[in-house]
């Protein structure tokens, strides 16, 4: 099984609509992050969480919210998407401490379409 | 605030050949890690090699390695006798201790026969 899950995987929905793009982790990380790739600009932070009570903003939160059930499962929510918010979406986690201290464990991605 | 900057949007290399890919990064902390990660079609985001600021010695995986000049804060990736499977989106990306990874905008790497 793979340690960092994101469901769903592809996503279309209309403007307006809220929409949730949820990842779980079996690494046992206490950290987890979500970025959004566009072409030509790389990877940017949106969100991330050191644990269930701390929660960040990225550089680029605006029109998203995230939350943290368990230590295991990050979710990201759009809570009235549009059309700019069409992306590539990655949840990632990882540990601290350790001989692969800072390594990041990237999800598959979801692709998001918003029409 | 730490900035990535990969300046080479393309790059194309023949198999069998050597083809260095470049990534300048400013920060003004000491403690921090540099990644190359490799994107192919499938969009999995896959670790191609890291290196500890606080270490010299660069950093090698097989066919991968760097050449990490911390005053000039350049980390660039070397890939040796390329192979058509390395053909992919490369991203060069920083990591403060504590914080999260900031990525450049990413080098696409053609291989031809």
């Known amino acids: 099984d793979a340690d960092v899950t994101q469901t769903p995987r592809n996503r279309i929905t209309k403007t307006g609509k809220r929409i949730m793009l949820e990842c779980s982790q079996t690494?046992?990380?206490?950290?987890m992050y979500w970025y959004r790739q566009d072409p030509g600009l790389g990877l940017r932070l949106i969100y991330y969480?050191?644990?269930?009570?701390?929660?960040n903003k990225g550089e680029i939160s605006d029109g998203y919210s995230v939350s943290r059930q368990a230590q295991a499962k990050f979710s990201l929510s759009l809570e009235s998407a549009i059309p700019n918010q069409t992306a590539l979406y990655f949840c990632?986690?990882?540990?601290?401490?350790?001989?692969?201290?800072?390594?990041?464990?990237f999800g598959p991605g979801t692709r998001l379409t918003v029409t | 605030a730490q900035t990535v900057t990969q300046s080479q949007p393309e790059m194309s290399v023949q198999e069998a050949e050597t083809v260095t890919l470049s990534c300048t990064y400013d920060?003004?902390?000491?403690?921090?890690?540099l990644f190359w990660y490799k994107q192919p079609p499938s969009r999995q985001m896959i670790l191609v090699i890291r290196?500890?600021?606080?270490?010299?010695q660069n950093a090698t995986e097989n066919r991968f390695s760097v050449n990490f000049q911390k005053a000039a804060k350049s980390f660039s990736l070397k890939i040796s006798d390329s192979q058509l499977g390395d053909a992919a989106m490369y991203f060069c990306?920083?990591?403060?201790?504590?914080?999260?990874?900031?990525f450049g905008k990413g080098t696409s790497l053609l291989v031809t026969p």
């Open positions: 990632a986690t990882i540990p601290f401490g350790g001989l692969k201290s800072y390594e990041q464990y």
């Open positions: 690494k046992g990380h206490d950290r």
């Open positions: 969480s050191f644990d269930v009570k701390d929660i």
């Open positions: 920060t003004s902390e000491s403690d921090y890690y």
């Open positions: 290196q500890e600021a606080y270490k010299q």
């Open positions: 990306a920083c990591l403060l201790a504590g914080y999260a990874l900031n």
